[in-house]
């Protein structure tokens, strides 16, 4: 997920700490979900046509994550900070244990220059405030450990009833993000993870698993990580699927494996993306599948509606999947929408179906009050059934001349 702001400019747009009042700052907008069933198998996806050969469709050139050594942490020590009386204390423990010496690890960190294996270490934080800034929890860490004795991921599990505070406002319900990281001015990566639910344990996990990703491949300067333009439609719509730089974990959000008892985030190839397949490792034995289009960024004028063909694809034969367009980041200016000829109403919603070869539209307006360099990337998602896998995307970018 999103690094975090540096700790100075943090500082000036929040004027807190651990002992000040941000209780009443305000929420922070989510983008807008999408009506997904609450039972998705009450959905019937067809199945690949019986006999048909499967030639799998073409789709544009994943990107490439540039990056260099300088921001790579060589050799990892992982320190998980866990408040005492957390529900989950002593699994997040195990779950850190188990972190650095799997083959979640062993799948990407090599590719980038960073250790394979690292040292677990465990510590009991103590109380935390209701909210926190980054800054905040850069000096709580410190508090905990003053110095480290090697490079050190410090990864601090807020506590349920905690929420991060997100430029001004504050990350309720993890409507924004559900963690994210940065560094502590030391050569050491700082990262945190909010609280998102009270059901899913592996949400934890996940996202975890997520900022570990990212803290050892791109802490400090020159780490791996996809530069936004400026303005943003002169550079790809990789690089704005969410605000500030796009890494690794980002590039393969909501797309898991599980390892033992533990489920963990995949993460970006450079490798496997240049295959032309799955670009997210661990590597899966189902087929991959999503979206293509040769669209990178679209003019629309205010008022007006462009509509951009979409192909779907996919790297074996696999029954039909579901897409649909939400916008990266809130936005009343440019409103999505994706159809197909496969529809299927439930409940009073269409759900919109694709599969390898079987072409669709991406139709976006913009708004009659869009002004001149109004931009927004749409994310085209991909979502099966069968959650063998969970979701994936395709950027398209859309901005007003």
Do not use: K
Request: charged share 10%.
């Amino acid at each position: 997920m999103r690094r975090a702001a540096p700790l100075v400019a943090i500082a000036a747009a929040v004027a807190s700490s651990c002992h000040g009042g941000t209780g009443d700052l305000p929420c922070a907008a989510g983008v807008p979900g999408y009506s997904w069933p609450i039972d998705p198998n009450a959905l019937t996806p067809a199945p690949w046509p019986a006999g048909q050969p499967f030639t799998q469709a073409a789709h544009a050139p994943w990107p490439t994550v540039p990056g260099s050594a300088s921001g790579v942490l060589p050799s990892l020590r992982l320190v998980s900070i866990v408040t005492a009386g957390d529900p989950l204390h002593d699994a997040l423990f195990s779950f850190g244990d188990a972190l650095v010496g799997s083959r979640w690890l062993q799948s990407f960190a090599p590719e980038y220059g960073a250790a394979a294996s690292a040292t677990s270490v465990h510590m009991d934080g103590t109380a935390a405030p209701s909210t926190m800034s980054y800054s905040d929890i850069v000096a709580y860490v410190r508090a905990l450990e003053p110095s480290a004795p090697q490079p050190t991921v410090y990864l601090l599990y807020l506590p349920p009833g905690t929420d991060a505070i997100v430029g001004q406002e504050r990350n309720c319900g993890c409507a924004v993000i559900g963690g994210a990281h940065g560094d502590d001015g030391q050569g050491n990566a700082v990262a945190y993870v909010q609280r998102c639910s009270t059901t899913d344990d592996d949400s934890v996990t996940r996202v975890a698993s997520h900022e570990v990703a990212e803290s050892i491949t791109d802490t400090g300067s020159g780490g791996y990580a996809i530069p936004q333009g400026n303005p943003p439609w002169l550079a790809s719509p990789w690089a704005s699927v969410q605000p500030g730089g796009v890494e690794i974990g980002d590039l393969c959000s909501s797309t898991f494996v599980t390892e033992g008892e533990w489920t963990y985030q995949r993460q970006w190839s450079n490798a496997a993306a240049a295959a032309g397949g799955d670009p997210c490792v661990p590597a899966l034995p189902t087929p991959y599948f999503s979206v293509t289009t040769d669209a990178t960024w679209v003019q629309v004028a205010p008022g007006a509606s462009v509509e951009v063909p979409i192909t779907g694809w996919s790297t074996g034969e696999r029954s039909d999947w579901y897409v649909y367009a939400l916008p990266a980041e809130p936005t009343d200016t440019f409103s999505p929408a994706v159809t197909t000829a496969r529809q299927q109403p439930l409940s009073a919603v269409v759900y919109d179906a694709i599969n390898d070869g079987v072409p669709g539209t991406l139709t976006v307006t913009a708004a009659p009050t869009a002004q001149s360099g109004d931009h927004t990337v749409v994310q085209i998602y991909s979502r099966s059934v069968d959650r063998v896998d969970g979701v994936h995307f395709w950027p398209v970018g859309f901005y007003v001349p």
